[in-house]
Each structure stands twice: as structure tokens, then as C-alpha cells.
């Protein structure tokens, strides 16, 4: 997708999580222990405000010198006032700045189009959390996410989340593959690849030991594991799937 598109996707995604309200603040997140709607909404409150900071921190400074500049959210009645400030100040600002422009990212000096992705997906599971904790209370389901969008997320989950864990840390999968493969029109295809030195994420259509399936939403959601693994369709070997599901937790 390119940046232009990511934006518009996240404008939608900043106008839905800006229509909580107080009556939402105390209700308990299903996917997230200890955490409320309030504690959600300062919780990406703060990731906006260090997305901005991030254009106004020399690039070469990192993510340290980023956080150091960001004002946290106050707990209380205002919490969601600020969340709409900040993300109409965050969204203002990316909506007006060089893509190309250098900024400091979590995987080093990057560029701006880094953290306008990387809002769009962190923006679009955390609205998930919050209206899935809405709807646990009898309010209604979650809006669905754009199927473009989504797919998106899932390969910036694989290609810049994943392949950063180190191996070790996932002994069960040594030499396995997995192929990730959406069935929604969308035409993601991922083929996951854990036998060399360090995790690989190449887009191909390739047989792996098994095959995950389904529509880019639930692929999105089932890979930042907001919903069981039995969302998609498993092809092959399950025990693969269930280590990567249970072992891989960022």
C-alpha cells in the first residue's frame, strides 16, 4: 500500500476509536488482562504523541531520545478528549510530511512512511480491543477492518516484527515452514521460513509444512492473537501452527 492509502485507512481507524465515550471507559478488554478502555485509549494516546515526536527528533538520536519528548497521558475524565487532540495533531502532521523524510524507527533511522504504517496497524488491533470489549458488554460488534488494510498488517506483522525474533526462542519451529496465505481477494502470500540462521519472509506461493488461511481481518487479528487460531483454515501440520501461534508473542 502506499503511504497516501495508509493514511486514509488510518483517518478511518482514528475516527472509530475516537467514538468511544465514557461509558466504554471501565469495560475490561477481552484480549488484554488488567487493561481497560481507558488504559487503551492512553495507551495509543501515547503511541500517537511518539509518532509526532518522532518528525521533530533528529533521526540519528533514536527511539530513546523520541520517548523522552513525549508528554504522557493523564488518567481521568479527559482521556478521551486528549486521544482525539493527539491523533488529530499525529494525523495532521503525516498528512503533510515527506514520506522519505528520515526518522528514528524501532528498527533504526527510517523513514516517516515507517510510522505511518506502523499507526494504521497498531491502531487497527487496538480498535478491535477496545470495540471487542464494547460488544463483550452488549454493545455492538467490532466495524470490520478494510480487507487491503489488513492484509497489509499481516505482511508488516511477518516482514518486520517477525523475522526480528530470534530463533532460539522458538525451538519447536527449527526447520519448519509455514505458508500464509489469505483468501479474500486480497492475494497475500507469505511463506514463513524457519531452517536457516534467522527467520525468512519471502511473498511467494510456496508449499510449506503447513498452510494458514482466511481473510486478511482474521489473519490480522489471529497473528496478533486478539483471536483463537481456529479463525483460519490450518493445512498440514497443526503442531506447527499451534508453536507459532503460542510461541510467537510481540
Known amino acids: 500500500m502506499t503511504p497516501d492509502e495508509q493514511l486514509q485507512l488510518l483517518s478511518a481507524e482514528c475516527n472509530l476509536m475516537s467514538s468511544l465515550t465514557l461509558d466504554d471507559a471501565s469495560s475490561p478488554i477481552p484480549s488484554m488482562p488488567d487493561w481497560t478502555v481507558e488504559k487503551l485509549v492512553r495507551h495509543v494516546t501515547f503511541v500517537h504523541r511518539m509518532a509526532l515526536a518522532a518528525l521533530d527528533t533528529p533521526a540519528a538520536d533514536g527511539m530513546a531520545k523520541v520517548i523522552a519528548r513525549v508528554e504522557r497521558p493523564e488518567r481521568g475524565p479527559r482521556v478521551f478528549d486528549d486521544y482525539r487532540e493527539s491523533a488529530d495533531v499525529m494525523f495532521g502532521a503525516y498528512s503533510a510530511v515527506d514520506p522519505a523524510q528520515e526518522v528514528a524507527t524501532w528498527a533504526g533511522v527510517g523513514t516517516a512512511d515507517y510510522w505511518i504504517r506502523r499507526q494504521l496497524h497498531e491502531l487497527t488491533v487496538h480498535r478491535f480491543d ?104 490450518i493445512i498440514g501440520d497443526v503442531s506447527v501452527a499451534e508453536a507459532l501461534y503460542d510461541g510467537v508473542r510481540i
Open 130 to 233: 477496545a470495540q471487542d470489549a464494547v460488544h463483550a458488554r452488549g454493545g455492538a460488534e467490532p466495524d470490520p477492518a478494510d480487507p487491503a488494510g489488513a492484509a497489509d498488517g499481516v505482511a508488516e506483522w511477518a516482514e518486520s516484527f517477525l523475522t526480528r525474533v530470534p530463533l532460539e526462542q522458538l525451538p519447536q519451529l527449527a526447520g519448519r515452514t509455514v505458508h500464509v496465505h489469505t483468501d479474500d481477494g486480497t492475494g497475500l502470500e507469505l511463506f514463513v521460513d524457519f531452517g536457516g540462521s534467522e527467520i525468512s519472509v519471502t511473498r511467494e506461493h510456496r508449499k510449506g509444512d503447513v498452510a494458514l488461511r482466511g481473510s486478511a481481518q482474521n489473519m490480522l487479528l489471529a497473528v496478533w492473537r486478539r483471536r483463537p487460531l481456529a479463525v483460519l483454515d
